[in-house]
């Protein structure tokens, strides 16, 4: 263990083995450092928060401050982050604004420079947020999205699997998974077809979900006629049911 003498830490704070502390870096009440965590120097975690192990932490990083909300209830509250998450220079992760609250980022994501992740979002696994890109509280965010630099997300958006935001969009609805979207007011450009790829998800699915995107976005269906008619003419794979169920589920509406 590699602590810096000028750091400091709260005597409630659990340190893991084999972690490294920078200088002047300040770690609050009731944390939690997982083995293996790199913390370099000047980075700031309060209160109540967990870092899983082998997370990275660049300098000037803030986690677990009290969220930014005019309603915030007080109480104990928690940041809840996995493992082997990369978070770079000047990220922020908010708190939950209410008493048993979580923000909870999953593993193996990457939080670039003066990324946000406001109060109450759900990050999953292998996603990356791109600088300056700003979540609003309650954003969900599943697994292996890409979100470009200078993206605005709006309060209880969903951002579905595999999707990716274009740089400098308005998010204000949901994002349906696998796909592109940019632009403001935002747009739906077509499939990720690159990162589905890159995932390992195979031609016939891809070709199945290229079918339900042309029902949902190129037909002169609604959408629940467009689930419909899903549902009835294409093959019931994982993959459709997720995108099914995503639209059922999705509470702003979908981004068309």
């Known amino acids: 263990m590699e602590i810096h003498p000028t750091a400091v830490i709260h005597p409630t704070a659990e340190i893991g083995h084999e972690v490294s502390i920078g200088p002047y870096t300040v770690i609050g009440e009731g944390v939690t450092i997982g083995n293996g965590c790199q913390l370099g120097p000047q980075v700031t975690i309060e209160k109540w928060t967990e870092l899983g192990p082998n997370c990275q932490v660049a300098p000037g990083a803030v986690l677990g401050c009290p969220a930014q909300d005019l309603k915030v209830e007080g109480g104990k509250s928690f940041v809840r982050i996995g493992a082997n998450n990369l978070i770079r220079e000047f990220a922020t992760v908010h708190r939950s604004n209410h008493e048993g609250g979580a923000t909870v980022i999953g593993d193996d994501n990457f939080l670039m420079a003066y990324a946000h992740v406001g109060h109450d979002c759900e990050i999953g696994n292998n996603t990356v947020i791109t600088s300056f890109a700003g979540l609003s509280g309650h954003v969900k965010v599943e697994d292996k999205a890409f979100v470009s630099g200078l993206v605005a997300v709006h309060q209880f958006v969903s951002i579905g699997t595999m ?69 009835s003419s294409l093959e019931p794979i994982p993959e459709l049911e997720r995108m099914m169920t995503f639209i059922k589920n999705s509470s702003r509406g979908i981004s068309k």
């Open 163 to 231: 999707a990716m935001i274009g740089g400098g969009s308005r998010v204000v609805k949901d994002v349906l998974p696998y796909v592109l979207a940019e632009g403001n007011p935002l747009r739906i450009r077509g499939l990720n077809s690159v990162g589905m790829q890159r995932n390992g998800v195979p031609p016939e699915t891809r070709e199945i979900l290229k079918k339900a995107y042309k029902l949902i976005f190129r037909s002169e269906l609604n959408t629940s006629q467009a689930v419909q008619a899903i549902e």
